[in-house]
């Protein structure tokens, strides 16, 4: 039995593939800590996983003004690492160096920039673990970038040679948001290190875990060669609960409806979504349900017989009775409605959601209307032509057949045990 530590940061979106990951190897008998967010807490622990906090918190997803601040579509993810990430990175590194304690393996998501750290200095093996495609910024294969969308998809077929360029001179611009990286490092006494920006390429030499589907993006040549990409973990906390029964009663009632939702962290900034997405329902007279909290519930319009609205309900469950679903573009949620089958409008705001949009887009099961255009109008156009394509819709269903193929959880865990036996 080997200790290992699971260390992860943001939403419930980056939590989930840890937690599967997790569960899986207590079930093989490691010994299994998740160390992420404080307010993750009762979650881990109430699936009987050891858990350790490591700052930041991310309990500033519950605060809309924060959120967007953090989700702006430009200046997000700079504002994350310049003002979160960075100014914790001492903290970060404290705890999770507690968190380590005895560990013989330390498996990573790309934002904990402390793992690397407490790995070298305590000299235990480390895995990093990508779970979005941007996070490689392949040249081979350029991503959708959140601070020029339209720019990057006009520019996409340029060739590496371009993105390779490009990406070099985005990662000596932002090389000096990493300087408290590398002022910690010399303190700690560790030798330097030359990559082009150890924010974006800290990769382990030992081993990557690509922890989503080949649809979404395969292996490439400049990823490292290390890389095994392993499917979506799947995590389910409510798989023995079920739909909650007024969502059961609803499914039966007619034919499958859209679903509408926005995830764990955009959500708490919606800001006219779910009122534009009520007005397209209604222009379309489909049914639907929208999963949106207590409060969004009660400043949303009067919901006609056709329409409900659930705090919670299980997208393993719910997606597969949908005939599509409108969502934000996050890599969970993504990965989920691939699996089920089921045509997605997604409507990104940040982050890696346009890059996750374009690549459904491009495989023929999803259509893309950006946030800032989202109407009740231009969603009905859209939703419309979306329900209409007998095309999209079979090949949504050849997508989910090759997706149910992969097991995730598996992959990745059998890969951390192949490590762990060398």
């Not at 691939?338 to 982050?351: E, I, S």
Request: hydrophobic share 40%; net charge positive.
């Amino acid at each position: 039995m080997s200790r290992i530590v699971l260390t992860t940061w943001g939403s419930l979106g980056d939590l989930h593939p840890f937690l599967a990951i997790a569960l899986e190897l207590k079930s093989r008998g490691h010994d299994v800590i998740v160390a992420t967010c404080p307010c993750y807490r009762q979650q881990v622990e109430s699936l009987k996983l050891g858990f350790h906090p490591v700052r930041p918190d991310c309990d500033w997803l519950r605060d809309e003004a924060q959120v967007r601040r953090f989700s702006h579509p430009r200046f997000g993810l700079l504002r994350v690492g310049r003002e979160i990430l960075m100014p914790a990175l001492r903290d970060s590194c404290e705890d999770l160096r507690a968190a380590a304690q005895r560990a013989d393996l330390l498996v990573t998501m790309m934002a904990c920039y402390a793992t690397r750290l407490v790995a070298e200095q305590e000299q235990i093996p480390w895995v990093s673990a990508v779970h979005i495609p941007l996070g490689f910024y392949s040249a081979c294969d350029p991503p959708v970038l959140d601070v020029a969308p339209f720019l990057s998809r006009k520019l996409h077929n340029l060739g590496p040679v371009f993105w390779k360029s490009l990406f070099g001179l985005g990662k000596r611009i932002s090389r000096p948001l990493a300087r408290p990286w590398y002022q910690l490092r010399a303190e700690l006494g560790l030798p330097p290190t030359h990559e082009g920006n150890p924010l974006v390429d800290s990769h382990s030499r030992s081993l990557v875990l690509a922890l989503f589907s080949r649809l979404l993006a395969d292996q490439q040549a400049d990823w490292p060669p290390q890389t095994i990409v392993t499917g979506q973990p799947v995590f389910n906390s409510h798989e023995k609960v079920g739909l909650p029964p007024a969502l059961t009663h609803f499914l039966g009632q007619g034919p499958p409806p859209v679903v509408f939702t926005l995830g764990s962290a955009v959500a708490t900034n919606a800001g006219s979504f779910y009122e534009q997405s009520i007005a397209c329902v209604q222009r379309l007279g489909i049914r639907a349900v929208f999963i949106a909290d207590t409060g969004r519930q009660k400043r949303m319009p009067q919901l006609t017989t056709d329409m409900l609205a659930v705090e919670y309900a299980s997208f393993d469950r719910l997606f597969p009775r949908a005939a599509a679903v409108v969502h934000h573009g996050g890599v969970g949620t993504t990965g989920i409605a691939m699996r089920a089958g089921c045509p997605m409008l997604v409507v990104p705001v940040a982050w890696d959601q346009p890059d996750n949009a374009e690549r459904v887009r491009r495989l023929g099961i999803a259509r893309t209307l950006p946030r800032h255009r989202y109407t009740a109008k231009t969603a009905a156009t859209a939703l419309q032509k979306l329900l209409n394509d007998a095309t999209c819709v079979q090949q949504a269903a050849k997508v989910a057949a090759q997706v149910q193929q992969e097991n995730g959880t598996r992959t990745a865990c059998n890969a951390l045990e192949a490590m762990l036996s060398k």
